[in-house]
């Protein structure tokens, strides 16, 4: 039986080796350049929303202006983040988890080119709190996501596309740091400090050059006194591959 063997001096120089390149790779710079102007249009021209209700057709609805008086009275609101220019779409699985005998809107476009389409769940993950989501409509403006070969760095600057406080100047940035993907990574929960209000759920969380990182999730409040203060909020990174993946397979059946 042959073994393979290394001199006590060459075992020391690997050793050093691995050991110098696991700490290059631990050593994650934060991105804080703030978004710019072209980045912020970006999210405003892929603004998508998810209404699910028992209501079949919300095109009188649209017809109205989106007007609360003729809004869904059973509807849950929230936001959803395209990301193929086919009609797939992320979001919360919480925006849609009551979709049973109910219908799944999805919103996309601004202005004169809105389009409602009833969606179909392609893949949901509770337990992650992410949902796949496929409209019948052309999403010609959907987002990147960021590279899952690269971390994301504890305090790298972030904005949101939450269609009730997001896609505006404003900007926070990330209080974890994200660590690269394989094929087999699961989904990863992350905290921010944008603080987050019910309608920005399933909103893209975008970098600087408006790439995805995940989708809101949730919002931590401390109640002394009965006086709500923000603490922090969540995002939920899905595994890039695993999606695109998903999305390929669908489009095949």
């Known amino acids: 039986m042959n073994y393979c063997s290394f001199s006590s001096s060459k075992i020391f120089l690997l050793g050093f080796f691995c ?28 603004k998508c929303a998810v209404v699910v209700s028992s209501q079949k057709d919300l095109h009188p609805w649209l017809r109205k202006g989106f007007s609360r008086e003729n809004a869904p009275k059973d509807g849950q609101a929230g936001t959803a983040s395209p990301v193929t220019a086919d009609g797939y779409l992320l979001t919360a699985d919480h925006v849609i988890h009551q979709y049973k005998n109910r219908y799944i809107h999805v919103v996309y476009g601004t202005g004169s080119q809105l389009r409602i389409a009833q969606a179909r769940v392609v893949w949901r993950a509770p337990s992650s709190d992410l949902a796949l989501l496929h409209a019948p409509i052309a999403t010609p403006f959907f987002y990147h996501f960021s590279s899952p070969d690269r971390p994301i760095a504890e305090g790298t600057s972030i904005f949101h596309g939450g269609l009730s406080t997001g896609l505006s100047p404003l900007y926070g940035s990330l209080n974890d740091t994200i660590p690269s993907q394989n094929f087999f990574s699961p989904p990863q929960r992350f905290r921010m400090d944008i603080p987050l209000v019910p309608g920005d759920s399933g909103g893209p969380i975008l970098d600087n050059n408006a790439r995805l990182i995940g989708v809101n999730s949730s919002v931590e409040f401390l109640v002394p006194m009965e006086t709500p203060i923000f603490t922090e909020s969540h995002g939920v990174r899905p595994n890039v591959r695993h999606i695109l993946k998903t999305i390929e397979r669908d489009r095949r059946r």
């Open 19 to 46: 050991a110098l390149c696991q700490c290059s790779s631990q050593r994650v710079i934060p991105d804080r350049r703030p978004p710019d102007r072209r980045a912020l249009q970006v999210a405003i021209a892929r």
